[in-house]
């Protein structure tokens, strides 16, 4: 059973998402780094497989907490998410990219991150 917020649950819940979403970032970078260096034939000073393994697990447990609090995942480089809603009795999606210091846009489900626009205060 999939949830819909309200905007003011969505921005309540948006600190802990986005804690979520610095870990998150914090490893996708560090998955990257080490794998470049692997394909390079390189060591990285982050480590090696053991390590990635590790960081793809708990990248996998953020994914699923993301899910559990009822948000979509719908980009992971860059972290996009999506908060199901209703915008004027319409299906709506309140549209989260990492980086965005506060939830401020929307868009409806079949228009997808093009469509986005600034939610109305």
């Known amino acids: ?7 003011q649950e969505a921005r309540v819940l948006l ?14 970078a560090d998955v990257t ?3 470049a260096a692997m ?15 590790g960081w793809e697990a708990r990248i996998h447990e953020l994914l699923e907490w993301f899910v559990d609090k009822g948000l979509e995942p719908k980009g992971l480089a860059p972290l996009l998410l999506d908060f199901p809603s ?6 709506a999606l309140l549209c989260w990219l990492e980086g965005e210091p506060e ?3 929307w868009h409806r489900p079949d ?6 626009r600034p939610i109305a205060s």
């Open 1 to 7: 059973m999939s949830r819909t917020f309200t905007l």
């Open 15 to 28: 600190p802990d998402v986005q804690d979520k979403a610095r870990e998150f970032i914090g490893l996708r």
């Open 33 to 35: 780094e080490v794998a």
């Open 39 to 53: 394909n390079a034939g390189m060591h990285s000073s982050l480590g090696g497989m053991p390590e990635v393994k």
């Open 86 to 91: 209703e915008i004027g009795g319409e299906p």
């Open 103 to 105: 939830l401020t846009w």
């Open 111 to 116: 228009h997808g991150f093009g469509g986005r």
